[in-house]
């Protein structure tokens, strides 16, 4: 009974200690603000042509976005293209849509390809796509995904050279803790850490590939730093496997109003950046 007290105790001390190393990619987080970026640089996206292929954590990064927007006075139009089908978009905009079938990786590939060959979308400045948290879990092959996805993402490159490309890091979810979750892992079910080790393996893959060659939306990096700069994770041998900030989300992996408007004023600040 004593030993089984104390063991209990020490998962407890595992769970709840997960967040306590500062990341060196914390300064330049806290230079990525909205008051550190002269307006014109902002107002220049309202003359670029801008396509987002997204699911429901993409969604709330707009949402955020478009609360941005709007505080801040800044010009921007973003637009829907599954709302606007019959629409003819002439000026700058950022556009998006819905992309491909959660839980299945290679549908977004295969869709945000068909996208931007489109009429619509091959004459855009900027376009991107993100992945769901929900794409990558145990049992996913890492390896096939990342292979099929840089064959993708270069091959638009080399056909569509006036385009940028921007890559995006796969979402995280958060993990469980308290009693609940100590319970959980005394009796062996998960917590959600497997799962994050997939993400985290696939988002190492993409910036060990395209960090310094080409634009990288981190999301990841942003969902797992808190405002002081502290990261959320935990040690699985001796790697580290990032997760989401507790306090961004509201389900685990959604995005509440205060992690969309994080996510989305970091995303407005990284696409003005692109075009200085």
Same mark, same amino acid.
């Given at each position: 009974m004593v030993r089984t007290c104390i063991y209990f105790v020490f998962i407890l001390f595992l769970i709840s200690s997960c967040n306590q190393k500062k990341d060196k990619e914390f300064d330049m987080i806290k230079k990525t603000k909205l008051l550190n970026i002269k307006k014109t640089d902002i107002d220049i996206l309202s003359s670029k042509k801008i396509y987002f292929g997204h699911m429901s954590v993409g969604k709330n990064i707009l949402s955020g976005v478009s609360r941005i927007l709007d505080k801040n006075n800044f010009r921007l139009n973003v637009i829907s293209i599954d709302d606007n089908k019959d629409s003819v978009f002439t000026n700058g905009y950022l556009l998006h849509s819905n992309i491909g079938r959660n839980g299945d990786p290679f549908s977004k590939i295969k869709d945000f390809e068909l996208k931007i060959s489109s009429e619509? +979308?091959?004459?855009?400045?900027?376009?991107? !796509?993100? !992945?769901?948290?929900?794409? !990558? =879990?145990?049992?996913?092959?890492? #390896?096939?995904?990342?292979?099929?996805?840089? #064959?993708?993402?270069?091959?638009?490159?080399? =056909?569509?050279?006036?385009? /940028? !490309?921007?890559?995006?890091?796969?979402?995280?979810?958060?993990?469980?803790?308290?009693?609940?979750?100590?319970? =959980?892992? +005394? /009796?062996? =079910?998960?917590?959600?850490?497997?799962?994050n080790i997939v993400r985290n393996k696939f988002n190492k893959l993409l910036k060990e590939k395209y960090q310094n060659a080409a634009p990288i939306f981190d999301i990841a990096l942003y969902e797992s730093t808190k405002p002081n700069g502290l990261r959320e994770f935990v040690k699985v041998g001796n790697d580290t496997c990032y997760t989401l900030v507790h306090d961004y989300t509201y389900d685990g992996g959604h995005l509440n109003s205060k992690g969309e408007d994080y996510i989305g004023e970091q995303l407005l600040v990284f696409l003005s950046q692109i075009f200085k």
């Open positions: 619509l +979308l091959k004459n855009v400045d900027v376009s991107f !796509f993100k !992945f769901c948290y929900v794409d !990558f =879990k145990q049992g996913t092959n890492v #390896e096939a995904v990342f292979q099929k996805y840089t #064959e993708t993402m270069d091959a638009l490159s080399q =056909k569509y050279p006036d385009i /940028i !490309f921007i890559h995006t890091t796969v979402p995280l979810r958060k993990l469980q803790t308290g009693i609940k979750a100590t319970i =959980k892992k +005394l /009796i062996g =079910k998960s917590i959600g850490i497997e799962d």
